[in-house]
T-cell receptor, first 110, second 115 residues
Framework: GENVEQHPSTLSVQEGDSAVIKCTYS??????FPWYKQELGKRPQLIID?????GEKKDQRIAVTLNKTAKHFSLHITETQPEDSAVYFC?????????FGSGTRLSIRP | DTEVTQTPKHLVMGMTNKKSLKCEQH?????MYWYKQKAKKPPELMFV???????INESVPSRFSPECPNSSLLNLHLHALQPEDSALYLC??????????????FGDGTRLSIL
């Protein structure tokens, strides 16, 4: 179908630990997978994206992995900090639009 | 810094009012979008404009009327809205080489409340 399944819906991790958010999709035609971070009361901001011709991309503490065969992709945040607390949305490109997952509320415990 | 600018930031209107939301970008992007976002939900696509032409209307009720006067501006005209239309309305833009594989840049949104 068109949806992107995102898990977990909420995630609480100790500061300094890693956080992993996973998404699955079913449309094999998708070739673009962005991740957005939305802090409370603010706009969604692109934090990292990956295209289907690569399996992994890293930017400092953030990495995304893509398994096109299995149709899933994941966001990895290492050495989490308080400012990482936000809602994270995965998404996929499909037929001239972006389809968002349902979101993961990440909380970083001090 | 926000490269996509939306006005107003907040809007309260009655169900019989007519108002407009405005969005502006100067990144040379040729695709612009309107999204509706309810609390604790992802953005929900409403309209897509590509090269100033409406390319996608996600079956949005006619009380929402989009307009793209030029490549930098996008408006959303509101009339006879319902209380359930209260939400955050987000504008976004992207390069239009291929709408489905370009990053979208969002504005800060207009928080709309319908009395």
């Amino acid at each position: 179908g068109e949806n992107v399944e995102q898990h977990p819906s909420t995630l609480s991790v100790q500061e300094g630990d890693s956080a992993v958010i996973k998404c699955t999709y079913s449309d094999s035609a998708s070739n673009y997978f962005p991740w957005y971070k939305q802090e409370l009361g603010k706009r969604p901001q692109l934090i990292i994206d990956i295209r289907s011709n690569v399996g992994e991309k890293k930017d400092q503490r953030i990495a995304v992995t893509l398994n096109k065969t299995a149709k899933h992709f994941s966001l990895h945040i290492t050495e989490t900090q308080p400012e990482d607390s936000a809602v994270y949305f995965c998404a996929r490109g499909s037929a001239s639009k972006i389809i968002f997952g349902s979101g993961t509320r990440l909380s970083i415990r001090p | 810094d926000t490269e996509v600018t939306q006005t107003p930031k907040h809007l309260v209107m009655g169900m019989t009012n007519k108002k407009s939301l405005k969005c502006e970008q100067h990144m040379g992007h040729r695709a612009m979008y309107w999204y509706k976002q309810k609390a604790k939900k992802p953005p929900e696509l409403m309209f897509v404009y590509s090269y100033e032409k409406l390319s996608i209307n996600e079956s949005v009720p006619s009380r929402f009327s989009p307009e793209c006067p030029n490549s930098s501006l996008l408006n959303l005209h509101l009339h006879a809205l319902q209380p359930e239309d209260s939400a955050l309305y987000l504008c976004a833009s992207s390069q239009s080489d291929s709408l489905s594989n370009q990053p979208q840049h969002f504005g800060d949104g207009t928080r709309l409340s319908i009395l």
